[in-house]
């Protein structure tokens, strides 16, 4: 009987650990960073160009990696990261889209890329503030 309890609760342990293991070990903002990240993230909304919208999303998930003490490239961050994220593919993939605006002149978007862009970076962003 002892044997078998201790099973279930190690059982029930693992369980647990994959449901919910990403979000006990995921490191947060403190509550000043996070507030300012929050700011900068209304003053990208704010922006009217799209371009620069994507371009300013990109920094500000660039920014939070970077008070959460993560170093290197965006790219090198979201490799190391991107397990806390509900979303990691949509972030790739809008991170692959600042980098068309960026290195890619003349680039067109649609505004369904900009929206899905945006939203894959709030998303992101939003899993470390507090």
Known sequence: ????SIGVV???AVVLLVMFGRNLFKPKLS???SMNIQK???NVMALTDTHRQVMEA????DMTFKE????????DKLKKMGKFLPNENDVWRAHKLRNRIAHEPGTQL????VADALSAFKKAIDVFCR
Do not use: Y
Not at 1 to 4: A, E, G, H
Not at 110 to 113: A, G, H, R, V
């Open 110 to 113: 649609s505004l369904k890329e």
């Open 1 to 4: 009987p002892v044997i078998i």
């Open 40 to 42: 900068k993230w209304k």
């Open 58 to 61: 990109d920094a500000v998930l």
């Open 31 to 33: 509550p000043s960073a």
């Open 10 to 12: 190690l059982a029930l």
């Open 68 to 75: 959460l003490g993560i170093q290197g490239s965006l790219g």
